[in-house]
């Protein structure tokens, strides 16, 4: 049997040089001038003002209007914009390929120069920024009374919508100060939130949010105490605040055991953080854990429980010994892992909050594809737990570009299997997704699909074989797609995981991943594209909509029913939704249409224009794929209820409203039904990046052992008659 699999075309751009260069020869030199810089932090705020400055006085001179937005137009040479970094002389100035737009991105946070947490997030912007060839603009509070108020924040982020940046990342420590600047700038330019504020992110506007969720992270902590043996536990609450008190929660349910919780340190200081952690463990004399919530509780704890901390062969079954973990991996949590002082510590891996709010905007700007699609795209949290694994990150170091592994990317063995057919215009745009990834990082892929010819277990037995080799060949990273729940397929794939080799899973399989252990996803979550769907209608003014099955039985479809439903009960909670299926089996007397029937498109279209005649206020319909979206059209058409973008759903189609139609299909003839307003959006699950993405992560894994967790939602991207013409050329 021939093997299916290419090898992507190795393009060595100019960039290219200068990484591997950096990876070879200039450690040494960025030793020299990092002594030369001292441990200065990012400067870049004051240089951006300056600059800006610079070219308002100029503008101002020849007499211009809006100077702000002028001044984006005009910027000087840009090279005096980029920040550099601290230790590091980083020129991200590179010249947009031959025929490309430069896109310049803000990067706005709350994180003073002088907390090392946020060297990890400045690194990871710059190293983005450099891949993708964009510039940015740091900015952050210089100093305490900046911090305060949060006011130099908003004032920043009205900056970069002024300037009109092509994106804005923001973090959001304070949701009341900061929420007029992101919702306005957010209707304005593309903005996505990182770090904190999860919770507004999407109310907001911003298309996605990068960060640890502190509930979720609990939960993963708890079950980590519980895999340990413990059942009743300690909650060491450092400070009053919401977020710690989400970690609370999220551990008492991941435990499903007891969790105390200690009160914070009284504010006269007549109690530490040490005398709770010592009233909570006499007053529970049962607890086997300890749960530290950062650094600031971490050490009181360490220094109350001394030696008690279990190790070796002592576990919480045969001693009195408590298992402690801690949220954080600073330099002293480290050091106390490779001591053996703490079980383990939760890495929320923030250099990936920088690196992929750049690679994100990037997209947003270049293909108009929104990762994420208002979900959370979740940077962490991950495990340290062995002393190994704490030296390692110590030795990690950004600065010299130093990995993890001391690999390359350009001689990485990156595996897909994937049960995707070349046929298949779906699958294609995978492929495609992938090779722009490793032409980007110079990354060698090796992309294995089955033949068109194969039938279902013929493509198994592919794909089986495929991995088996990935896992023989030790490969550096194993991209699998999970047409079902195969016990042979599950079994290999934890097989690969055991042996160390991380393993992505993408495009089918977002409703198995988990239940095989795979710590990462990157597709759409049936559920979650049908809820933004039905936001989307919904504030649109839709309120009784049909969803359209055009295959029964289907799960995945009625979860996207069940998804539209939630949506537009969100926006209003009496909205209806109408599943309208095809018959299962044939059955006399009923004409409603029948999967693989003859003349089906016209069966599905009489079977709408029946139910919207039976039910007047139905003002919209969903087509969940390629079968439903001209029988929809043609219905609505029938019966003269077309929006046409100009009469809106809002009074129902009797009284002179119109029926919206949306549908899961980007491809002709959808495209021109948007064009003539006959369809209101359809729905991009974002297959370019189902492929584009794993490989990225898969690069990130290998260099710094970062690569986000859960789901990674590649879409719903929405397609209308604003950016239609983009994706007809993409697809
Ligand atoms: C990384 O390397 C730079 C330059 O050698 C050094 O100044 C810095 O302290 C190192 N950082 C860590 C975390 O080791
Ligand atoms: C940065 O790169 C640009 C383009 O390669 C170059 O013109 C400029 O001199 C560089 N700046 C520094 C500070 O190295
Ligand atoms: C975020 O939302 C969750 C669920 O609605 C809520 O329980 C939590 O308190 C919120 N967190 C913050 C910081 O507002
Ligand atoms: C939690 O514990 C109870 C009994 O202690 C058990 O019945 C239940 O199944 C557990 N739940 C989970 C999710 O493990």
């Known amino acids: 049997m021939e093997m299916s699999g290419f090898k992507t075309a190795r393009h060595v751009p100019a960039l290219w040089l200068y990484v591997v260069t950096c990876f070879t020869f200039m450690s040494i030199l960025f030793g020299i001038i990092a002594i030369a810089l001292g441990a200065a932090a990012i400067r870049s705020t004051h240089d951006n003002e300056d600059q800006i400055a610079v070219t308002e006085e100029r503008l101002n001179a020849l007499g211009g209007g809006d100077t702000q937005r002028e001044a984006s137009v005009n910027e000087g040479p840009v090279e005096t914009l980029i920040a550099p970094k601290p230790g590091r002389a980083f020129n991200t100035s590179r010249a947009p390929r031959s025929g490309r737009r430069q896109f310049n991105m803000a990067v706005v946070v709350h994180g003073l120069d002088s907390d090392t947490f946020w060297y990890s997030v400045q690194q990871g912007v710059l190293d983005a920024a450099e891949l993708f060839g964009v510039h940015f603009f740091y900015d952050n509070p210089q100093n305490t009374e900046e911090q305060d108020g949060h006011l130099k924040m908003a004032e920043d982020i009205n900056k970069a919508r002024k300037s009109l940046r092509d994106g804005l990342a923001v973090s959001i420590p304070d949701e009341s100060v900061l929420r007029s600047a992101i919702a306005r700038a957010a209707e304005e330019i593309p903005v996505l939130t990182i770090n904190s504020g999860a919770n507004f992110s999407e109310e907001l506007g911003a298309f996605t949010h990068i960060g640890q969720l502190e509930f979720e992270a609990g939960v993963r902590a708890g079950e980590r105490m519980r895999d340990l043996g413990v059942t009743s536990a300690i909650c060491v609450r450092h400070e009053v605040s919401l977020a710690l008190d989400e970690r609370c929660d999220g551990f008492q349910l991941g435990l499903n055991g007891t969790v105390h919780r200690t009160d914070a340190p009284a504010e006269d200081l007549s109690t530490s953080i040490q005398d709770q952690v010592r009233l909570a463990l006499d007053?529970?004399?049962?607890?086997?854990?300890?749960?530290?919530?950062?650094?600031?509780?971490?050490?009181?704890?360490?220094?109350?429980?001394?030696?008690?901390?279990?190790?070796?062969?002592?576990?919480?079954?045969?001693?009195?010994?408590?298992?402690?973990?801690?949220?954080?991996?600073?330099?002293?949590?480290?050091?106390?892992?490779?001591?053996?002082?703490?079980?383990?510590?939760?890495?929320?891996?923030?250099?990936?909050?920088?690196?992929?709010?750049?690679?994100?905007?990037?997209?947003?700007?270049?293909?108009?594809?929104?990762?994420?699609?208002?979900?959370?795209?979740?940077?962490?949290?991950?495990?340290?737990?062995?002393?190994?694994?704490?030296?390692?990150?110590?030795?990690?170091?950004?600065?010299?570009?130093?990995?993890?592994?001391?690999?390359?990317?350009?001689?990485?063995?990156?595996?897909?299997?994937?049960?995707?057919?070349?046929?298949?215009?779906?699958?294609?745009?995978?492929?495609?997704?992938?090779?722009?990834?490793?032409?980007?990082?110079?990354?060698?892929?090796?992309?294995?699909?089955?033949?068109?010819?194969?039938?279902?277990?013929?493509?198994?037995?592919?794909?089986?074989?495929?991995?088996?080799?990935?896992?023989?060949?030790?490969?550096?990273?194993?991209?699998?797609?999970?047409?079902?729940?195969?016990?042979?397929?599950?079994?290999?794939?934890?097989?690969?995981?055991?042996?160390?080799?991380?393993?992505?899973?993408?495009?089918?399989?977002?409703?198995?991943?988990?239940?095989?252990?795979?710590?990462?996803h990157v597709g759409m979550g049936e559920e979650f594209g049908g809820r933004q769907v039905g936001k989307r209608l919904a504030e649109s003014g839709v309120n009784n909509a049909i969803c359209l099955i055009h295959n029964n039985p289907d799960a995945a479809l009625e979860e996207r029913c069940a998804g539209l439903l939630a949506g537009m009960q969100e926006v209003i909670p009496t909205a209806q939704v109408q599943r309208l299926r095809s018959r299962e089996t044939s059955g006399a007397g009923d004409n409603r249409f029948q999967t693989g029937q003859a003349g089906l498109s016209d069966r599905m279209r009489d079977a709408v224009v029946e139910t919207i005649e039976a039910d007047e206020s139905i003002n919209g319909v969903v087509a969940l794929g390629p079968p439903g979206s001209v029988p929809a059209v043609e219905a609505v058409k029938q019966l003269g209820a077309e929006c046409d973008g100009v009469k809106t759903p809002d009074s129902t189609p009797a009284r002179g409203g119109c029926i919206v139609v949306a549908t899961f299909d980007v491809e002709f003839p959808v495209f021109n039904f948007i064009e003539e307003r006959s369809v209101e959006f359809a729905v991009d699950p974002g297959p370019f990046f189902q492929g584009a993405l794993p490989l990225m992560f898969m690069a990130l894994q290998n260099l710094w052992n970062n690569m986000p967790v859960g789901l990674v939602n590649s879409g719903p991207t929405f397609v209308d008659v604003e950016n239609v013409g983009g994706f007809e050329v993409f697809a």
Do not use: H
């Open 283 to 520: 007053e529970n004399s049962d607890a086997q854990g300890i749960l530290a919530l950062g650094p600031a509780g971490f050490e009181p704890a360490k220094a109350e429980l001394g030696d008690r901390v279990c190790s070796g062969d002592s576990a919480p079954e045969n001693s009195d010994c408590i298992e402690f973990g801690t949220f954080d991996v600073s330099p002293g949590i480290l050091n106390s892992l490779v001591n053996g002082e703490v079980n383990f510590g939760i890495d929320q891996q923030e250099y990936l909050q920088g690196y992929l709010a750049i690679a994100f905007l990037y997209w947003k700007a270049a293909f108009g594809g929104s990762i994420g699609s208002g979900g959370v795209v979740m940077s962490g949290p991950t495990f340290v737990d062995s002393a190994e694994q704490a030296q390692l990150l110590l030795g990690r170091n950004y600065t010299t570009m130093d990995s993890l592994s001391g690999k390359i990317l350009t001689f990485l063995d990156i595996r897909y299997v994937v049960d995707g057919k070349p046929q298949d215009k779906f699958w294609q745009r995978v492929k495609r997704g992938v090779k722009y990834v490793a032409n980007l990082y110079g990354t060698p892929v090796d992309y294995n699909e089955p033949e068109n010819s194969f039938s279902n277990q013929e493509v198994i037995n592919f794909m089986r074989d495929e991995i088996q080799r990935a896992i023989d060949d030790n490969v550096d990273g194993l991209v699998v797609s999970i047409p079902s729940d195969n016990a042979v397929l599950r079994t290999l794939v934890g097989e690969a995981m055991t042996k160390g080799i991380p393993v992505i899973s993408m495009a089918s399989g977002v409703d198995l991943f988990e239940s095989w252990n795979i710590p990462l």
